[in-house]
């Protein structure tokens, strides 16, 4: 068995992050510290977003459902990018802080109506 080394300056680094106030090591290649970070960021907001909005409540289940969320975007993104354009389909919105906005704005809403069944 043959093992390649990784080219010079793509060596594994290990990085210390944070999600959800939460430190954590994880290593990448050089090459791809940045991306590893903007993943980080990304993260960390969708997270934020969960947690704020109040209907759920521990890191894990607020990773979980970030993660089901974001796969969920992934999916229908490939699903749209598959799918014959229609001069009739509306344009998918691609801005994330457009698309995180609107699903704080869902959030608010079910809180909302929630709280209006809760009242006799």
């Known amino acids: 068995m043959t ?3 990784a080219p010079a ?3 594994p680094v290990t990085l210390d ?3 959800l ?3 954590y ?3 990448c290649r050089e090459t791809e510290r940045a991306q590893l970070m903007d993943a980080v960021g990304f993260l ?3 997270m934020r977003e969960i947690r704020d909005a109040g209907k759920t409540a521990g890191s894990e289940r607020i990773a979980v459902m970030a993660a089901l969320n974001i796969t969920h975007d992934l999916l229908r993104a490939k699903s749209d990018a598959r799918a014959p354009k229609s001069e009739t389909t ?3 919105i691609d801005d994330p802080s457009a698309r995180r906005r609107i699903t704080a704005m869902h959030a608010a809403i079910d809180q909302a109506l929630a709280e ?3 009242q006799p």
């Open 9 to 11: 300056g793509d060596a």
């Open 17 to 19: 992050v944070s999600l």
């Open 116 to 118: 209006c069944e809760k």
């Open 25 to 27: 090591k994880v290593t």
């Open 44 to 46: 960390d907001r969708r």
């Open 90 to 92: 509306a344009p998918a």
């Open 3 to 5: 093992t390649r080394a």
């Open 21 to 23: 106030g939460r430190d």
